[in-house]
């Protein structure tokens, strides 16, 4: 079965509620861009391609009910939306190169049909919005198979991977990234097995990662991430893969927190830790890892699971979403053009990338 | 306020039900030696000195029902309850320290007592099984007070402190090991502050170490336990400071699981990492943590967090309630003798430990 967690239907974006997984497969109609970036900043919808894939067809929802009489006028509103989708969430890369690819595309289709009266044009352009989302999240499947076909070559018969969060078809509207080469190591019959931290506080690995698996029939451990360097000190661990959210010019790496903790694990036990991001994560206007921006989000996330209180009334909180994990401890990057060592920024500019501008 | 987890009653014992906070503040009466196995089993009382003052008392409480018209018979039915009390939990080395001593001071008291008649023999060696159980408690509270002294010296004045799971009053039944040090450090006024990693599955860091310094009011933030390497990382811990449930010969340390991972991410970011126990948990017998037995418990810990269900049906689940960290990755163990460094087999021999036997 392959997951689907957000479908154009049209006049509405069909969305998997994925904070309503393993219990309840619940899927939501979004109507309008406002409630799409509801559905992002409630991580309804989550995971770094996703998000990219969701803003582009949020933007499409948006650009439709425009009314516009010029081009500027236009363009002006949909710079409006694009805002307020790109205010959601701060640290993945792909929500704003997503928005940008589309604004983009409505620039340059407004450049290719500049002769033809204003108001065909103006409706031409949203379909051309539509059809630019599509791309995007065609494009975004495109690389997860080819980041799983690259990423299986590194993993052996028999493997025992950890993987950290929830980097798989939820995550990226696709075939997954970390899953994605799990998935493809799987499928070439490889015999692996997957230990999947929880990752608090949201529990991603437990109530999507593991769902994934379980559903694909990838046999699965789940364990909390406080065990991860246990088991790897017991050397029951061969390799870790994990996605990333952003991916900085040096390499380093932004992603779930807890994967900086897992990386350092790792390299002290000898244990490769790879990351699978498609290029679209990679952020070439940032030089390292200290300029990427850490969302902080609410403390109920840690105070309470469920109904349950968990911590006492009066306890301050902490809760970053990410941390960055410097280069040195990532032993490759996966992505659909390659796979690379270091020197990453070498490797980057070899793929000539555009810098993206927030 | 000095919480206090356990307390005799002559004819039964109080403890406070660990597994309720910090929701609610529960006391349970404890009848037989067998209810109080099952709250040792069930973690309502927890903590490796604790357990051993709780498994004293169930043994003290055990021993008053104990019908005998013979020594030798008396003996082999406090052997009985022994044996169950020790069956509770199997990597704090406390417990059996706690039962071995009950056992030796009812042996050498019959021993002192052997010319008087049996029948009164047997009643004073129940009542020197009392006394011998709160000496137990005694003592634990006044090595708590001498670590927590000791270790105080080792924190500077606005030292921000990370712990893991609890080591407080809860724990041991007295001040507090970790949290003895801290609340030390806080009596003097250094202006300290603590960030308590939650410690799933079973949330001690969360339920009961943010509540006792909440009550304490001494400054805390909750932290999940993926968080704690991303905040060394941005420098902002001092030090950490965590008890232990048992210590090798080599100083190797067992503890509860993610204490390895902290210990790694605190050398990785030059962050001392002490060891504040007692010295009733070295146990010289055991060479190294390899020969320490790791209490592997019940999957649903870690799939269930009160009526909410965190992963999906059918997905497999290891739950190791504790990991061992390698003396290599200890600063220091502040016991109530003295601070020690490496090599600690030579600082432990000069203790003139008894081995402890199982």
Redesign the interface.
Known sequence: MQVKPIEWCDTTIRILDQTRL??EVVFLEVADYVEMAAAIRGMRIRGAPAIGVAAAYGLALGAQAIEARTEEEFLVKLGTISRELASTRPTAINLFWALERMNRAAGEGFALRGSSPKGSTISEIKAVLVEEAKRIERENEEADRRIGRLGAELIEYGFTILTHCNAGALATAGYGTALGVIKAAHEQGKQIKV?A?????L?QG??LT??EL?EEQI?????????????M?RGRIDCVIVGADRIARNGDVANK??T??VA??AR?NSVPFYVAAPTSTIDLSVKSGAEIPIEERSPEE??W????????????????AF??TPHQYVSAIITEKGVLKEPYEEGFEGFVLKTISQ
Do not use: K, Q
């Open positions: 393993p219990s230990i931290c929880e990752t608090r506080p529990l437990a109530r593991a769902w379980v046999p699965v451990t789940l364990i909390t991430d406080s065990m991860a360097g246990h088991f000190n927190i807890g900086y903790s350092v694990l002290e840690v105070t699971i469920g109904l349950t209180r968990i911590a006492p009334e009066g306890v301050e909180v902490a809760n970053p941390d960055v």
